[in-house]
């Protein structure tokens, strides 16, 4: 991966391993971000009845989709999907910022040079693919009203 924001890929890196896949660590990250995530009150609740490991796969493919758009510009048929699923289910596009919340506060805990630049570096990668979600998430869905 070659990217723009060297705060960021150095980050991923040391989180994940270096290129676009993911190494063992991803299982332990993707593991406690939903420690944090369903700290939440609400996600909690719309996770209640959710096979944890099934969600951790997603989850990884999910921010793999979004570091791609990041990385390409290119819209993938994945991540159209991913924004229409959560309009399907009616997530409250405001919960992405409690998504991006619990992503930084494990990535406090995964990499040891974490700090406010290597924050705002995620935040950057992210902010495209997250963007395209939540204007998708916002809109209402055909027959309802």
Not at 45 to 60: G, I
Not at 67 to 85: F, I, K, M, N, S
Request: include cysteine; glycine fraction near 4%; aromatic fraction near 12%.
């Amino acid at each position: 991966m070659t990217l723009p924001n060297p705060h960021f890929e150095n980050s991923y890196a040391r989180v994940f391993g270096h290129g676009v896949g993911m190494n063992q660590n991803a299982d332990a990250f993707f593991a406690r971000f939903y420690d944090h995530f369903l700290a939440t009150p609400e996600v909690a609740e719309m996770f209640a009845d959710t096979n944890l490991q099934r969600q951790q796969l997603m989850l990884k493919k999910s921010v793999l989709h979004l570091v791609t758009y990041y990385a390409t510009g290119v819209l993938t048929p994945d991540l159209q999907r991913l924004a229409e699923r959560h309009q399907q289910l009616q997530v409250a596009p405001e919960l992405l910022d409690v998504w991006m919340q619990a992503l930084l506060t494990t990535l406090r805990e995964f990499d040891r040079d974490a700090d406010e630049l290597i924050e705002l570096a995620w935040c950057w990668a992210m902010a495209p693919g997250l963007a395209y979600m939540r204007q998708i998430m916002g809109q209402t869905l055909s027959g309802s009203s």
